[in-house]
């Protein structure tokens, strides 16, 4: 038995079957080549070598026009890598002799090879192990295809083991549902998975370094979401005492049932309004059953993930109806996209170069302002969506008062022209601004004039006070939302919106954290979103609190000099 | 068998490209050819063996050849590394 440590990132517990996912979205697995089918399996790696190999003249004779010669010598190193007796005779000799499938015997020589390239302290050198592992990528994508394993396909039960999952894979799992936890060796608790997770309610633990190197497929994992631990080949005994404590988590997860469609209210009186939030349309269903009071962040992001083209208006149009019907006189909170330079590239924009540091790159309302069709086509859906006025648009990563009345005057043309078109438009709707920037925070009395609520992104308001990437394992620890610096933005913006009499909500991580909600609503923020897994639970944190005793606990937090006196604070209340 | 204390001279040293020279060149012979730096010996005709020795300028690798054709063949590697790899 082994224990392994990480950051707890999505409450639960899952025991089960792992499952290596590697790198690039493809899923290799050991299988057992039978004897009579080793020659098979070998010619199957050569057409994939072959194939790899005739790829790699298209892009030189493509590379040698568009960037010339010297360019075209690095693929010349990539066929050189090819041709290199490590795959050509190492991987069929271990298929041979080890009975092994094409592609794990290729990661395996793969993986030694990058452990000899890890040894490298010289950083020129050590880099160069990237062209290897392009190659080696091709190599397998090129098995891969042949085979279709992605992780939709998964068939039984398992709890997916990775070095860093995307957004893209995320979407996989859901499709399979057939995941029962996982574990990632990057990641914080507010990295894209981690939300994911959190919001499908599957166990999770994150920013485990090496997990992803030292469980094999088919071993017998526990994912320990509430402690942030893996157990890997755990005892009978363990087994039982975690079987105990999912049936406990059960019996909790029945007694919050209880607190559906009471309202969020503190003991003391003090009423929020308690909202969910969306990551896409599919969710309608069970949005119904939270009986939540609305949808305080609808991300919009999955229409533009895994597909090469922009979506539509009427695709786009059709998503936003769908939830705005479910949610009849709800209010449903629609944020414009927030995506990077990446992904515009292979949605098909051109003309964007890879970023050095996306976080602080070309994203969010950036670059639906620098590429105006998208915005527009996201707006004029919106319009189109809101016949029953329920709507309200925020806008990603302001940092200035430019952003917003560009937006504005954006929706004023939308606006026109659908009238132009016939289209009767009964209301404006509200707009609104994500403050994520502390710039936004800092200046929120200047953007006030032009929106009519403001919602704090906490995740990335954190990220970007304290100048830590969250999914950067040196220094997510640093990442602390009970910062004094993030608590003093949080209660600066609760203030300056509620002199102009704006209401201020809270879509981040933080909304759903049982120690964060006593003192956020304690600051005066009127609206939490948080979740749909979370949000009875968030419920029950609101409903048991003291809404004056707080008020006055988070004056007493703001003046506090460090995060672990303010977290020590409210433990000690809560206990 | 034939051994032989070679030095790089030129400026950036055994990255990719001339790695990727010795594999080519090394291909071209039935010998075996491997070379050794601190310790760390590699199949000569390996393109990532000869980048994981990490070779900069002025560090020592020694050559050792064993075959048939071994004259011809560190004959060959020599002038490589003479020629700094058609560098500059």
Redesign the interface.
């Known amino acids: 038995m082994l224990i392994k440590k990480g950051i707890a990132a999505s409450l639960g517990i899952a025991i089960g079957r792992a499952h290596i996912v590697k790198e690039e979205n493809i899923l290799i697995e050991q299988k057992e080549i039978p004897p009579e089918k080793i020659k098979a399996e070998i010619k199957r790696f050569r057409d994939a070598l072959d194939k790899t190999k005739s790829d790699l003249d298209l892009i030189r004779a493509k590379v040698l026009t568009v960037l010339g010669k010297q360019h075209a ?2 693929i ?2 990539h066929h ?2 090819l ?4 795959i050509t005779k190492e991987v069929p000799k271990l298929i041979a002799e080890k009975g092994l499938n094409a592609e794990f015997a290729l990661s395996e020589i793969l993986d030694r ?1 990058e452990q ?2 890890e ?4 950083e ?3 880099e ?1 192990k990237h ?2 592992f392009d190659v080696g990528k091709k190599i397998i994508s090129n098995l891969v295809n042949s085979e279709k394993v992605s992780l939709k396909d998964i068939k039984e039960p398992v709890i997916i083991i990775a070095h860093n999952l995307y957004p893209s894979d995320t979407l996989h799992i859901r499709e399979s549902n057939k995941v029962l936890g996982f574990c990632m060796d990057l990641g914080s608790k507010s990295s894209h998975t981690a939300i994911f997770a959190q919001s499908m309610g599957i166990p999770a633990v994150v920013g485990l370094s090496d997990i992803s190197r030292q469980i094999q497929s088919g071993d017998s994992v526990i994912v320990d979401g509430e402690q942030g631990m893996v157990i890997i080949a755990p005892t009978a005994e363990i087994i039982a005492k975690y079987k105990l404590r999912q049936e406990e988590l059960h019996k909790q997860e029945i007694f919050f049932h209880r607190l559906k469609g009471l309202p969020a209210i503190t003991r003391d009186g003090h009423r929020i309004n308690l909202m969910v939030n969306l990551d896409s349309s599919a969710d309608v269903q069970e949005l119904a059953a939270a009986r939540s009071e609305g949808v305080g962040l609808f991300r919009t992001e999955f229409l533009y993930m895994n597909r090469d083209a922009v979506p539509t208006e009427d695709e786009q149009l059709k998503a936003y109806s769908n939830v705005a019907r479910a949610l009849g006189s709800l209010p449903l909170t629609i944020r414009t996209a927030d995506i990077g330079g990446d992904r515009a590239t292979q949605l098909g924009i051109k003309g964007l170069k890879d970023e050095r540091n996306p976080f602080m790159g070309f994203r969010g309302i950036r670059l639906f302002i620098k590429y105006p069709e998208l915005l527009k086509t996201q707006l004029r859906a919106i319009y189109k969506a809101n016949a029953g006025a329920t709507i309200k648009i925020m806008i990603p990563m302001v940092s200035s008062l430019n952003e917003v009345t560009t937006v504005k005057e954006m929706a004023q043309e939308v606006k026109t022209e659908l009238s132009e078109e016939g289209f009767e438009i009964k209301k404006d709707p509200e707009f609104g601004v994500m403050v994520e920037i502390p710039a936004a925070a800092i200046i929120l009395d200047s953007l006030l004039g032009e929106i009519d609520f403001v919602s704090i992104g906490t995740n990335d308001l954190v990220q970007y006070t304290l100048a830590v990437d969250r999914i950067n394992q040196y220094v997510s620890e640093l990442y602390e939302p009970f910062h004094p610096a993030v608590l003093r933005l949080i209660n600066l913006v609760v203030q300056t919106a509620h002199k102009k009499g704006k209401p201020v909500s809270v879509c981040g991580e933080m909304a759903s954290d049982p120690y964060a909600i006593p003192l956020l609503v304690g600051l005066g923020v009127d609206i939490l979103s948080v979740p749909m897994k979370m949000y009875l639970r968030a419920k029950f944190s609101v409903r048991i609190m003291n809404f004056e005793r707080f008020a006055a606990l988070a004056q007493q937090a703001l003046g506090l000099p460090t995060s672990e006196q303010i977290r020590k604070m409210v433990e000690e209340e809560l206990k | 068998m034939i051994k032989k204390d070679l030095r790089v001279i030129n400026e950036l040293g055994i990255h990719a490209r001339p790695a990727g020279m010795l594999a080519n060149t090394a291909s071209k012979f039935a010998c075996e050819l491997k070379l050794i730096k601190d310790k760390m010996e590699v199949n000569c005709k390996s393109i990532m063996g000869v980048m994981t020795l990490a070779a900069g300028k002025d560090s020592t690798l020694t050559v050792v050849a064993s075959g048939s054709d071994e004259a011809a063949a560190m004959a060959a590697i020599e002038e490589l590394f003479a020629s700094k790899f058609d560098e500059d």
């Not at chain 1, 041709?83 to 490590?86: E, G, R, T, W, Y």
């Not at chain 1, 040894?119 to 010289?122: A, E, G, L």
């Open positions: 010598k690095l010349d190193s050189l890598i041709s290199d007796p490590l090879a000899e390239f040894k490298i302290d010289d020129f050198f050590h160069r062209d290897v």
